[in-house]
C-alpha cells in the first residue's frame, strides 16, 4: 500500500556542478529497484535532471522560499522548480536551525511548493535536549499541526513526511527502529489529526542511515523508507540502503 522511497539529501556536496553530474550518473548506473530521489545543491539541479532525464530516479530541491516571487535575495521560489525537480525537501534542521525557519515558515514552505505542483519530504524530529526531556512525541506532534495548520493541504496532497531526530542527523548514531516506529506512529496520528490520510502517507526515517544501520530501519513497522545524508554521496553504499528497502 505504501511503496518504499529512499531520498539522497546531498546537502552542500559535491563541490562542483561536474561532481553531482557524475554522482548522479553513478546512482542511475545503480539500476536500483524501488522509487528513489537525489537532492542535489540548487546549482546543480538542472545539471542532475538533464543527466537523469528517462531515468525513473526523481530530483528534489533541499529547500524552498515561502514567497512565490519578489526581492528575496538568494531565494529559490518554488514555481522555479517546474520542469526541473519532482519535489521539494521542506523543513530540513539544518534548515531550521541555520536560516531561522519556525514551524509557520515551514507551513508556508510547504504550502508554495504544492501549489507550485512540488511534491513535498516534510521533515520534522525532535532536538536532542527534547529527545532527552522525553518531548519526542510532543514536538513531532507540534511541528506538524503547526505546518499542517498553515498549509491546509488537501487530503491525498503529495506529502512524504521524513522523521528526522536532530541528535541523529550526521552523528553516526542513529534512532534505533523502535524509536523510529514510535515517532512514525506519532506522525501518522498528525497527518489524520490534519485531516490527512496518515496510513496512506509514507513515512521515512532519517539520521544517520548508513549500510550497516539500515537493516533497523528497513525492518521497522511503519517506515517505508530513508532519507539518506552522508550516506547518499558514496553510491555503492547509498545502493545498498536503497535495496534495504525492496521488499
Ligand atoms: P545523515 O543526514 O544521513 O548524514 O545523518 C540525514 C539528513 O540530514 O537528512
Known amino acids: 500500500m505504501r511503496p518504499p522511497l529512499v531520498v539522497g539529501n546531498w546537502k552542500m556536496n ?32 538542472a545539471a ?3 543527466q537523469l532525464r528517462g531515468s525513473p530516479i526523481t530530483v528534489y530541491a533541499q529547500d524552498v522560499h515561502w514567497e512565490e516571487a519578489g526581492a528575496y535575495t538568494g531565494g529559490l521560489a518554488a514555481p522555479m522548480l517546474a520542469g526541473i525537480a519532482a519535489g521539494s525537501i521542506v523543513g530540513h534542521s539544518e534548515v531550521r536551525r541555520d536560516q531561522g525557519d519556525d514551524d509557520e515558515r515551514v507551513g508556508r514552505k510547504l504550502a508554495r511548493a504544492l501549489a507550485a505542483g512540488l511534491r513535498v519530504v516534510l521533515c520534522v524530529g525532535e532536538s536532542e535536549a527534547e529527545h532527552v526531556a522525553g518531548e519526542t512525541h510532543a514536538v513531532v506532534e507540534r511541528q506538524l499541526r503547526a505546518a499542517l495548520g498553515v498549509a491546509r493541504p488537501p487530503r491525498g496532497a503529495g506529502i512524504v513526511v521524513a522523521y528526522e531526530p536532530v541528535w541523529a542527523i550526521g552523528t553516526g548514531r542513529p534512532a534505533s527502529g523502535g524509536h523510529a516506529s514510535a515517532a512514525a506512529a506519532t506522525v501518522r496520528r498528525a497527518l489524520a489529526a490534519a485531516g490527512l490520510d496518515g496510513e496512506a502517507t509514507r513515512v521515512l526515517y532519517g539520521g544517520s542511515v548508513s549500510a550497516g544501520s539500515v537493516a533497523e530501519f528497513a525492518a521497522a513497522e511503519g517506515i517505508d523508507g530513508a532519507l539518506v545524508g552522508g550516506a547518499s554521496l558514496k553510491p555503492e553504499e547509498f545502493g545498498a540502503i536503497v535495496r534495504a528497502f525492496a521488499r
Open 48 to 50: 542532475v535532471a538533464e
Open 14 to 45: 559535491p563541490a562542483s556542478i561536474a561532481g553531482a553530474v557524475s554522482l548522479a550518473r553513478a546512482v542511475r548506473g545503480l539500476g536500483l529497484p524501488i522509487e528513489v530521489g537525489v537532492a542535489p545543491p540548487s546549482i546543480a539541479l
